[in-house]
Structures are given as structure tokens and as C-alpha cells.
């Protein structure tokens, strides 16, 4: 499947990285995958993740833990102020059952 890698989940899982002169660094780890990302010019608003069947583990695992965690670190990356924080909008939905 063609699924997308989260920047925001990616930056926020990243941003205790050390320069490789003064600390070793491990490898850059990439954001929770999820089906589609909504994306602006800049930033990432919202996401959605599809499953076959509602009652399988993993769709319940990826919709009810992982998508409220990437859905946290796009919010983050998009409000730099509490004002902008208490106005702004992240969407996500889960798809199951198809």
C-alpha cells in the first residue's frame, strides 16, 4: 500500500537528534504511516486511516493510538502561540468495515 509518513510525527520523534561532531546520531525515523495526509503549503491539518474490517486489532490499534498521537504533533507544529492553539483545527477520521 502507498501509505503516507506523517512530517510532523517524523519532527517531533527527531528533534532530540545531537549533531553527529559532538554526539553520535542515530538514524532518522520516519512518522507513523497513515493512509491519506491532508497537507497545506505548509503544514500538515489532518489524516485518515482505512481498514477492511472494524473489529480487527490492527485498525483498532492505528485508529484509537497511533492517529491521536500524529494528529497531536500536527497541531503542535501548527500553533506557535496559545491564541493560534485555541483556534486551530486538526481532522481525522478512521474508515472501517469496507
Known amino acids: 500500500s502507498k501509505e503516507a509518513s506523517s512530517k510532523a510525527n517524523a519532527d517531533t520523534t527527531n528533534n532530540k537528534r545531537s549533531i553527529a561532531a ?27 486511516k482505512i481498514g477492511k474490517d472494524g473489529g480487527q486489532t490492527k485498525e483498532m490499534k492505528d485508529g484509537l493510538t497511533k492517529m491521536p ?23 481525522g477520521s ?5
Open 22 to 48: 559532538l554526539n553520535p546520531t542515530c538514524h532518522k525515523k520516519t512518522g507513523h504511516k497513515m493512509d491519506i495526509i491532508y497537507r497545506t503549503s505548509r503544514n500538515e491539518v489532518g489524516c485518515v
Open 69 to 91: 498521537i500524529v494528529m497531536h504533533d500536527m497541531l503542535a507544529q501548527i500553533a506557535g502561540t496559545e491564541q493560534i492553539l485555541r483556534h486551530a483545527h486538526v481532522i
Open 94 to 98: 478512521v474508515i472501517s468495515g469496507l
